[in-house]
């Protein structure tokens, strides 16, 4: 997140606003953000409305939005850093300077038709599962923890690879983001975004 | 107990004395507060919200002493659906393909979200510059 914030003051003067938002309760990522302490909007959605949106299965997800309000590149799944990449195999650098390639010139904004290629696709499962986690959360935000599990259990069972929902819900349930409960979704099978490699910067060691 | 809707991440409260839960796992709510929550109307042509109609094939079904079925509205108009009657609560989503005519405009879908301090920003606030859209959590 401080890298967003850097690359707002160097890039906001031309026309440039990063929007992030944490699909958290408060209190969880409260901390991330009072340590960025950021002046572009540094949003909070606890109920996964963006999620709903946007069709969102992870994080990080990142989409560009022009000057008229159009998806002009759509989910990407990229880092703002390279302290995961032993993980997930990819490289910031490169991605932050197509950001300053697109705010200086344009580049890198893709054809409607490549968008559209490119988004990940919702079926009456997925949107079932997320009118079952929404409900979940609802109960679980009222006081209700006992009867939102079995919308949450439902939620799962609709969308296995989603995890926004998947692992989005496991420090909701008591479970650990980063535990056991996360390899054991990991190891399930490489989870299939649709859209892993929509801008190649793998790193070096990874290519095949 | 508290009822409500809870519909495309809108939440709307229900009067105790508008909602039935007599049948089994089901959630009726009368007309007049099915119309002002929801948005649509029963119109003698069926189902009607702004210009669009659809029709009801099983009136009896939609309609019953005690309130317009939840479940059955889902089913007549094809929204996906979650009813928790023990709970008071009934969920709608929006159904694949109007999410996905929502995507395959490319419009970014505007939304209005607190930061930190509660303050609230829209994304449309932002038109007119470049937005860099992140996604992210602590999870």
């Known amino acids: 997140m401080p890298v967003w914030q850097a690359l707002y003051e160097e890039l906001g003067p031309h026309g440039f606003v990063p929007i992030t938002v944490a699909l958290d309760r408060r209190e969880d990522v409260q901390?991330?953000?009072?340590?960025?302490?950021?002046?572009?909007?540094?949003?909070?959605?606890?109920?996964?409305?963006?999620?709903?949106?946007?069709h969102l299965l992870n994080v990080p997800t990142i989409l560009w939005i022009d000057e008229a309000g159009m998806i002009c590149r759509p989910h990407d799944s990229q880092y703002a850093t390279d302290i995961f990449t032993a993980f997930h195999k990819k490289l910031s650098g490169p991605y932050l300077q197509m950001i300053r390639d697109w705010v200086h010139t344009g580049a890198g904004a893709m054809s409607a038709d490549e968008i559209r290629a490119n988004q990940p696709k919702p079926n009456a499962d997925s949107q079932l599962a997320r009118v079952e986690r929404a409900l979940a959360w609802h109960l679980l935000n009222a006081g209700r923890g006992a009867a939102a599990e079995p919308h949450f259990d439902r939620a799962a069972e609709l969308a296995p690879k989603d995890w926004t929902i998947q692992r989005g819900s496991m420090p909701l349930r008591?479970?650990?983001?980063?535990?056991?409960?996360?390899?054991?979704?990991?190891?399930?099978?490489?989870?299939?975004?649709?859209?892993?490699?929509?801008?190649?910067?793998?790193?070096?060691?990874?290519?095949? | 107990?508290?009822?409500?809707?809870?519909?495309?991440?809108?939440?709307?409260?229900?009067?105790?004395?508008?909602?039935?839960?007599?049948?089994?796992?089901r959630m009726r709510v009368a007309q007049d507060a099915f119309e002002k929550a929801m948005g649509w109307q029963l119109k003698p042509e069926g189902l009607c919200k702004g210009a669009v109609c659809v029709p009801v094939r099983d009136r009896d079904a939609l309609v019953h002493t005690d309130g317009i079925d939840l479940e059955e509205f889902a089913s007549v108009t094809g929204r996906p659906c979650s009813i928790d009657a023990a709970e008071g609560v009934a969920a709608f989503g929006t159904t694949a393909a109007s999410q996905s005519s929502l995507m395959e405009s490319l419009e970014a879908p505007d939304f209005k979200l607190p930061d930190l301090s509660g303050q609230t920003h829209s994304l449309s606030a932002y038109r007119g510059n470049k937005v860099l859209f992140v996604a992210y959590a602590s999870w």
Do not use: W
């Open chain 1, 31 to 54: 901390p991330y953000i009072e340590a960025a302490n950021p002046t572009h909007p540094s949003l909070i959605d606890e109920a996964h409305r963006t999620a709903e949106l946007y």
């Open chain 1, 174 to 208: 008591g479970g650990n983001a980063f535990g056991p409960e996360f390899f054991a979704l990991a190891e399930k099978g490489k989870f299939n975004y649709g859209m892993e490699d929509l801008t190649p910067t793998h790193a070096p060691e990874s290519a095949e």
């Open chain 2, 1 to 25: 107990m508290n009822y409500s809707i809870l519909d495309e991440g809108q939440l709307f409260p229900l009067a105790e004395g508008d909602v039935s839960t007599d049948a089994p796992g």
